[in-house]
């Protein structure tokens, strides 16, 4: 799966979501959570690894899960958890 990290934080720019063809990322622009929400996360059970919203993205905040920075591993669980408190 990919993981969206740091940068996506105080922009939430959501190119990503417009790209994606599984509709993996969330809160969406058009969904209740989007304006509280600190960054939007990719569902690590949908995500079919098609690799599109890497270009997407304007702060290169996405990344597959195995080439996450180690200064932000801790956004491969800050992803997955989004999706079990949903
Ligand atoms: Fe969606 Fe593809 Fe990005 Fe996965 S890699 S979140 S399927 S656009
Ligand atoms: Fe965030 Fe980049 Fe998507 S800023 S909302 S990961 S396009």
Redesign the pocket.
């Known amino acids: 799966a990919y993981v969206?990290n740091q940068?996506?934080i105080g922009?939430?720019?959501?190119?990503?979501?417009e790209v994606c063809p599984v509709d993996c990322?969330h809160p969406t622009p058009d969904e209740p959570d989007f304006d509280t929400a600190e960054?939007?996360y990719i569902d690590p059970e949908e995500c079919i690894d098609c690799d599109a919203?890497v270009e997407?993205?304007?702060?290169d905040?996405?990344t597959p899960e195995d080439q996450v920075p180690p200064e932000w591993q801790q956004y491969i669980e800050i992803n997955a958890a989004f999706y079990r408190n949903r």
């Open positions: 969206i940068p996506c922009t939430k720019d959501t190119s990503c979501v990322i960054q939007l919203c997407a993205c304007p702060v905040a996405i």
